[in-house]
């Protein structure tokens, strides 16, 4: 058994990422910096997050918007089905995986507020595209 550490969600203004598959489960290792975001998206399994450092809070859509600040030391779960985003209030550093691989659909007009003055991997892409 070995773990191979690939870069994986890097992006120019959010932060670098690291990944690997163990398991059939993903896991990654993401910094996130303070005028970014990630997520804004919805997974067919559950995602955990445990803070590393920094200082961020989760947005989650379920019944009614919700927020969660995360402590470090602390594992928060997001449900599979349920749209989110991570949102730094200094730059973060998390180790994040999933009950299973990293699948994600993006949300529309859900964290528009929080997208909107911040940079994130999802409008990186579609920049690209």
């Known amino acids: 058994m070995g773990i191979e550490l690939k870069e994986w969600g890097e992006f120019e203004g959010v932060g670098r ?3 690997f598959k163990q398991d ?3 896991y990654s290792l993401l910094e996130t910096k303070v005028g970014a975001y990630r997520g804004n998206h919805v997974h067919p399994f559950d ?3 445990l803070l590393i450092a920094g200082r961020g809070k989760y947005l989650f859509m379920d019944s009614t918007m919700r927020e969660m600040r ?3 030391g602390e594992v928060f779960r997001v449900k599979a089905g349920v749209p989110h985003i991570l949102v730094p209030e200094e730059d973060c550093v998390t180790f994040e995986w999933w009950d299973g691989d990293f699948v994600a659909k993006d949300c529309v007009a859900v964290f528009d507020e929080y997208t909107r003055s911040r940079v994130g991997p999802d409008k990186l892409k579609a ?3």
């Open 17 to 19: 990422g690291f990944g």
């Open 70 to 72: 995360l402590r470090q």
């Open 127 to 129: 920049e690209n595209i």
């Open 47 to 49: 995602q955990y997050t």
């Open 24 to 26: 059939e489960r993903f």
